[in-house]
Nanobody, 122 residues
Framework: QVQLVESGGGLVQAGGSLRLSCTASGRVYRINAMDWYRQAPGKQRELVASITNGGSATYGDYVQGRFTISRDNAKNTVYLQMNSLKPEDTAVYYC????????????????WGQGTQVTVSS
């Protein structure tokens, strides 16, 4: 199986920055899309940003220009640099990866991390 371990969350004042990391380990042949989601209390989980294996990134409208997603394929790691944080960015942030487990496998399995809390104070 595959494990995703996130780190980098914490408490920060509005306007501050945090950098989240998520590393995949286990039965990994290739990771296609790597995504960050977030879920605030009482709200649905929403997509924050996504990046392909080739490095093409897309973002939710509410983080455009403030957050940057990147990845290191050699380390099976995805990052989320969050700048100009706002109180409404407070949520649990989850990493999701689409993983191919072997060269003869034709489908991806989706795995989730355990989540990391980001709290932005006003």
């Amino acid at each position: 199986q595959v494990q995703l371990v996130e780190s980098g969350g914490g408490l920060v004042q509005a306007g501050g920055s945090l950098r989240l990391s998520c590393t995949a380990s286990g039965r990994v042949y290739r990771i296609n899309a790597m995504d960050w989601y977030r879920q605030a209390p009482g709200k649905q989980r929403e997509l924050v940003a996504s990046i392909t294996n080739g490095g093409s990134a897309t973002y939710g409208d509410y983080v455009q220009g403030r957050f940057t997603i990147s990845r290191d394929n050699a380390k099976n790691t995805v990052y989320l640099q969050m700048n100009s944080l706002k109180p409404e960015d407070t949520a649990v942030y989850y990493c999701r990866s689409s993983v191919r487990s072997g060269p003869t496998v034709w489908y991806d399995d989706a795995y989730w991390g355990q989540g990391t809390q980001v709290t932005v104070s006003s």
